[in-house]
């Protein structure tokens, strides 16, 4: 049973409410609006972005140097439209991709396994430092005629290759990222007699997990890169092997169209990753996005 | 819930007379026995000499008793209480947890780190129910176990929050939260408000003596702070700069229940804290005359 002067109180109360109600309202309002306005601003610059180099392009191959030298974009587009319909793109792609992606699982198992290996112990890593910082210097490019005699020129070599590339970038990180793992938090779980086995999975994964993103986040371009020499050093199909076969017989068109297709390819590796990485790290983000106000 | 001693009479206390084994056994074996303890680490880097961190200390804690350990940074404190966890091995002397001594990390330590140690990637109730499955619950009964210390904490809001999102003084609650699901039978908090502004330094201290309190645990604190010491503790011991030795013990006898702020106006209270900066000058001023010298 209310007495009157509680009703009262009560009754006040709601105007109170509404009028912040209000003003949160008009706030969001006003916020929404400027990240509109924020995002179409940022389709406008990527857009321009985009078309300024490719029409300055076009008119530099219409007008000043020819298409024999620098091909053009309209030329490069229906070249990959004539690719894309007899297949050849298709093949050609997945053949680079295969060896890329395969070469980058191989490296990042590897280089994970090893890494924890030489985290965990100082004595291993201090043994093995000059070898492996010997062969990290050497440019592991110059191993591809080495591959390619012990493996063949099937995709066996050039997964060997990208690994041996992308090998050390994990390794290294991982290691950083064993050493850095916070000690406190070690030993609270040691404190409450964590097993050993609850400790991996529940602190050192977990704390492993940034480090792995870096890392594939480079060794996606290395993993490229070794792939497309390995083609060009002995296969007889792939993106990389196209560029060489195509600038072998001044087919500038060709060449460019299988760089375009690499990059496109790296941008669309770079871009899945992103989203795993910000869907696996939401309590990394998480403390940004309560800032933003 | 306290520990029940129905130990039998240990063999050492067999040979005393009658009347001193009584008083032994009316006040109980000690909760936490240090005998002894010294540490000694290896040289490092450029010093070429061993550093001895800890020197022959020995005190004991009853079942129930919550002392402060207090003394001039770098004495050793918080390495002591490493110790006596299990997660430090000693150079010398024993450490008995309810008349066991310590290898390894002995059942039932509830340590509080100055740090929260708590996981950066799982939420504020993802991070308690680990204490409470770690300490042998099933997943279901951990995770309500965990929420309702939560709301007894005050984080009901927190609950799905990461600790990035929390702060320092509710990452603090957090831990705490973990440490009480694990149900320990003696608390080690090592600088447990170190890291917090003077306010919230306050708030966090009052709710964590109030849980204290109630519990009854054994607790051992270490801490810089000569105020927070007295207003938390039932005995104060001070420790000499390094290496580290007692130097002195105070009983603090204000009443119970305490406020982490307000037992400061206690009458007693500015005796206890005059006497015990008395000892810490004097420590400090080693330390920093030695510093001056070399």
Redesign the interface.
């Given at each position: 049973m209310k007495t009157a002067p509680e009703r009262v109180a009560n009754e006040g109360l709601p105007s109170a409410d509404l009028a912040a109600a209000t003003e949160e309202d008009a706030y969001r309002q006003k916020r929404a609006a400027r990240s509109r306005e924020i995002r179409i601003r940022f389709y406008v610059d990527r857009t321009i972005a985009i078309v300024v180099p490719l029409v300055g392009w076009q008119m530099l191959s219409d007008h000043w140097v020819g298409g024999k030298w620098i091909s053009s974009p309209l030329s490069v587009l229906d070249r990959l439209i004539s690719m894309a319909r007899d297949g050849s793109l298709q093949m050609h792609t997945w053949q680079t991709l295969e060896e890329a992606l395969v070469g980058l699982l191989c490296g990042l198992v590897l280089g994970i396994v090893i890494g924890v290996l030489l985290g965990f112990s100082k004595r291993l890593s201090d043994a093995l430092d000059p070898i492996i910082m010997g062969f990290y210097s050497l440019p592991r490019v110059s191993l591809a005629p080495l591959f390619i005699i012990w493996l063949g020129i099937g995709l066996l070599a050039k997964v060997a290759l990208v690994a041996s590339v992308v090998l050390f970038v994990v390794l290294f990180n991982v290691r950083e990222g064993v050493r850095t793992i916070?000690r406190?938090?070690l030993?609270?779980?040691?404190?409450?007699?964590?097993s050993r086995s609850?400790m991996i999975r529940?602190?050192v994964i977990?704390s492993l997990v940034p480090w792995i993103f870096a890392s594939i986040r480079i060794g996606i371009g290395m993993a490229l890169i070794g792939a497309v020499v390995a083609e060009l050093i002995g296969s007889s199909r792939g993106l990389g092997w196209y560029v060489m076969h195509s600038t072998g017989v001044y087919d500038m068109a060709g060449s460019i169209a299988a760089l375009v297709v690499l990059m496109i390819l790296a941008i669309i590796f770079n871009w899945v990753l992103a989203v795993a990485e910000k869907r696996t790290?939401?309590?990394?983000r998480?403390?940004d996005i309560?800032l933003v106000t | 819930m306290n520990p029940q001693f129905s130990v039998d009479p240990m063999p050492a206390l067999l040979e005393r007379n009658d009347a001193q084994s009584e008083r032994v056994n009316a006040r109980g074996a000690p909760a936490i026995d240090v005998s002894g303890l010294s540490l000694r680490f290896a040289p490092t880097g450029s010093r070429r000499n061993s550093n001895l961190a800890l020197s022959n200390v020995s005190f004991q804690v009853r079942p129930s008793e919550f002392v402060a350990i207090i003394g001039p940074s770098g004495c050793g404190k918080s390495t002591m209480l490493r110790i006596i966890s299990g997660l430090l091995a000693a150079t010398e002397g024993e450490i008995k947890l309810d008349s066991l001594p310590v290898k390894r990390v002995p059942e039932g330590i509830g340590f509080l780190f100055q740090s929260d140690a708590l996981l950066p990637w799982k939420t504020a109730l993802e991070n308690v129910t680990v204490g409470a499955v770690l300490a042998g619950r099933s997943r279901r009964e951990a995770e309500s176990e965990s929420r309702s210390l939560l709301h007894e904490l005050g984080l009901a809001k927190a609950l799905d929050k990461y600790p990035a999102e929390l702060s320092g003084g509710m990452r603090k609650r957090v831990a705490l939260a973990r440490t009480m699901a694990y149900e320990p039978r003696v608390f080690l908090l090592d600088e447990p408000f170190s890291a917090l502004d003077a306010q919230t330094r306050i708030h966090v201290g009052n709710h964590f003596l109030r849980i204290l309190e109630r519990l009854g645990q054994t607790v051992l604190v270490v801490t810089h702070d000569i105020d927070e010491a007295i207003a938390m503790a039932d005995r104060v011991l001070v420790m000499t700069a390094a290496p580290g030795r007692i130097a002195k013990e105070f009983v603090i006898d204000l009443p119970r229940p305490r406020d982490y702020y307000d037992s400061r106006f206690e009458p007693g209270f500015r005796e206890f804290q005059e006497r015990i900066w008395e000892i810490l000058r004097r420590e400090m001023e080693g330390v920093l005359g030695h510093e001056d010298r070399s």
């Open positions: 916070d406190e938090l030993d609270a779980f040691r404190s409450m007699k964590a609850v529940s602190i977990p790290l939401r309590w990394r998480s403390a309560g | -």
